[in-house]
């Protein structure tokens, strides 16, 4: 008990961690320390229940693959076109394969599985009410945007894995409270899933509840296909009663006139065609993890892009999970992602087929889940994100027990040592990319602060740039803090410094936006006002802070102003 109450703590630790913006911590420090949290969160939880019985050879049903793919993602930190980009990506596959391995070592029944069921569910149906609470009384309050495992207000294609969660706990209790409990829970994602406002998401869930319904009416089970419409008609009416009592009150604008320039599909075909050229770029092995948001603004015409209002560029992601791959981690990725799934179906559905039991009901419940969040993830997806990984890693674990139930083997020996020593190498491995990260993150957080002395700063940027070797943001900063001191005292040295620094970043290979606006303001310095103007439009083709863009160009006409008025 002691370890599922502490899974809770760090759980809502991390939500109050990264759901919130506004932290006194850098957010890349803060994303990799509750990564951990969370995957000691389950360990905790798991390993008290852990039973000590004959342990069997699983059938991996796309668990090696699913390892490869994460390893292959990791390992894109060293080949991206912005390692700093990847470098939360790194970590975040390093959990992944962790997750997947204790996973492995700890879920060994179907009581386990179902108790992990009952935690994931409870987790979602709980933020839901909560979140429902704080958006109606507290609205400045951002503690429930974010969870671990569930993100009820803006991704909701992951509410598909809680919602036939719960569908499974309602189809294989014999329980009657605990039956209830479950139908409740199951209602209210439903009408949670209504606030997500994702089309894709509501879509995916409808189809496959319509899936499960005719499989249960093809058994034979009218009862419960009976329950779980009910279930269906009480969450949408729910969420409809709710949204007229906590909803914002604004107009819905579901059928207002819009043109195609300023509609979500034209902007998601931008980004499939960015995502595609990004592709033909690196076929194989892909840009890196979290490149996209970069590369992007390079990939379409200037016209089109200076047509399109800033805040859309740089878009977070591709909006397919299959686009995003290919962009980020090529054909290799692509093809370990799809047969990763394809094993983990093919595994799945001869127990749906060859059982009558709990077994054949949890198998469905997770082959439909998994079914309804690849179909959502063909137009839409957040993917730079935990929240893919801890799901479908935890679908996959718990797809283990179910097959290993209907397909007992004996213990490997051989594959068990090495499932032992590879977990320790991962969680060796992302200790120390922690500590690294901590450290670079210290430092390069500590050199911008405007107490620390100008000979500190260099120095901390130094030392930045040792930790990460691949990493560029140290050298611009350092380029961006010898352009200010050539800014007040007009030393050539100093240009000739941020220039040296520059060209020692990878600006060569990939635009970098941040060497861009520094040339610029190197040129704003020397006068230069249309070379400046020039680099500044760059850097607003980019689509970072264009905010940026209007103080360089009110700076510019207020130093032209007064250079006339003392030159008339």
Avoid at 208 to 231: D, H, P, T, Y
Avoid at 342 to 365: C, I, R, T
């Amino acid at each position: 008990m002691s370890g599922f109450i502490f899974s809770l703590f760090l759980i809502a630790l991390h939500t109050i961690g990264v759901g919130s913006i506004h932290v006194p911590f850098d957010q890349l420090e803060i994303t990799c320390l509750f990564l951990f949290l969370a995957l000691s969160c389950l360990l905790f939880c798991l390993l008290e229940q852990k039973q000590k019985k004959e342990e069997i050879l699983p059938d991996f049903a796309g668990s090696i693959w699913l390892a490869l793919f994460f390893f292959w993602g990791m390992i894109g930190f060293f080949y991206s076109v912005r390692p700093e980009m990847s470098l939360q990506f790194f970590l975040k596959y390093i959990t992944g394969i962790a997750l997947l391995l204790f996973l492995h070592r700890t879920l060994k029944t179907l009581e386990q599985v179902r108790r992990l069921f009952w935690l994931l569910t409870s987790i979602a149906a709980l933020q839901g009410v909560l979140s429902w609470i704080f958006q109606a009384y507290f609205p400045m309050v951002n503690v429930t945007i974010n969870f671990v495992f569930i993100n009820s207000n803006f991704r909701g294609g992951y509410l598909l894995f809680p919602l036939f969660m719960a569908a499974t706990l309602l189809l294989t209790e014999k329980d009657k409270t605990r039956k209830i409990t479950a139908w409740i829970m199951f209602v209210l994602i439903w009408a949670q899933l209504g606030f997500t406002n994702s089309r894709g998401a509501n879509i995916a869930a409808g189809v496959a509840m319509f899936l499960l319904v005719w499989a249960l009416i093809k058994n034979e089970n009218k009862k419960n296909a009976g329950i779980l419409a009910l279930g269906f008609g009480a969450g949408r009416l729910l969420f409809h009663l709710l949204f007229i009592n906590f909803g914002s009150g604004q107009e819905d604008s579901s059928f207002a006139e819009v043109s195609a320039a300023t509609s979500s599909f034209f902007f998601r075909q931008l980004f499939w065609d960015g995502a595609l050229k990004i592709f033909s770029d690196y076929p194989f092995i892909g840009s890196g993890p979290w490149t996209f948001s970069l590369l992007f603004p390079y990939k379409i015409d200037f016209p089109l892009s200076s047509a399109i209002p800033p805040i859309v560029l740089p878009p977070p992601h591709a909006h397919s999970i299959y686009l995003q791959t290919l962009a980020g981690m090529g054909l290799i990725g692509l093809c370990l992602f799809l047969t990763a799934f394809f094993k983990f179906f093919k595994g799945l559905f001869p127990v749906y087929l060859k059982n009558q039991g709990p077994e054949a009901v949890f198998a469905l419940g997770l082959m439909i889940g998994m079914a309804g969040f690849l179909t959502h993830g063909l137009v839409e997806t957040i993917w730079p994100s935990p929240y893919f990984i801890f799901t479908v890693t935890i679908c996959f674990g718990a797809a283990q027990v179910i097959i290993t139930k209907g397909f007992p083997q004996k213990a490997n020996k051989d594959l068990k040592k090495t499932w032992t020593v590879f977990s320790i190498a991962i969680v060796l491995v992302g200790t120390g990319t922690l500590w690294t990260t901590f450290n670079y993150s210290q430092k390069f957080v500590a050199a911008r602060s405007p107490e620390i002395p100008m000979e500190e700063k260099f120095q901390m940027t130094e030392e930045a740039g040792e930790l990460c070797p691949f990493c560029d943001r140290p050298l611009t900063f350092r380029a961006y803090l010898y352009t200010h001191l050539y800014e007040k005292t007009h030393d050539p040295v100093f240009r000739d410094k941020a220039i040296h620094t520059l060209q020692q970043t990878r600006e060569g290979v990939v635009p970098l936006p941040e060497s861009i606006l520094i040339r610029g303001m190197l040129f704003e310095v020397e006068r230069d006002y249309v070379r400046a103007m020039n680099e500044y439009l760059r850097y607003y083709q980019v689509g970072n802070q264009p905010h940026l863009l209007r103080k360089a160009f009110d700076r510019i006409r207020m130093k032209k102003q007064k250079e006339a008025s003392l030159n008339p």
